[in-house]
């Protein structure tokens, strides 16, 4: 079964760091673009990041600047390094895992949730 575990959320203050990971099954990780969304209470969620198989990253304009994504084949797992934080960060964050193979008819996971709370 494939999983998708997520870890790292919490509650910090405006201005502190956080990285998130999330770990995934071995037998997806190695064709899996992999990527960070948050929801906000009563907003949609949206996309934070996102890294393909290559390496190749890329971030919302919203975060630019203070998160970076990676991820670490060796241990299957991806990383939303977190910095600077802001109270309008605050919201749950979901790891996504993508088959890059086929993205229309390919695997599409998601992980659980983190929640993530900035103070002021």
């Known amino acids: 079964q494939v999983q998708l575990v997520e870890s790292g959320g919490g509650l910090v203050r405006s201005g502190e760091s956080l990285r998130l990971s999330c770990t995934a099954s071995a037998s997806i990780f190695s064709v899996a673009a992999l990527g960070w969304y948050r929801q906000a209470p009563g907003k949609e969620r949206e996309s934070v990041a996102a890294?393909?198989?290559?390496?190749?990253?890329e971030v919302a304009d919203s975060v630019k600047g203070r998160f970076s994504i990676s991820r670490d084949n060796a241990r299957n797992t991806v990383y939303l390094q977190m910095n600077n934080l802001k109270p309008e960060d605050t919201a749950v964050y979901y790891c996504n895992a993508v088959d890059e193979r086929d993205y229309d008819l390919g695997f599409d996971y998601w992980g659980q949730g983190t929640q993530v709370t900035v103070s002021s």
């Open positions: 890294i393909n198989t290559s390496g190749t990253a």
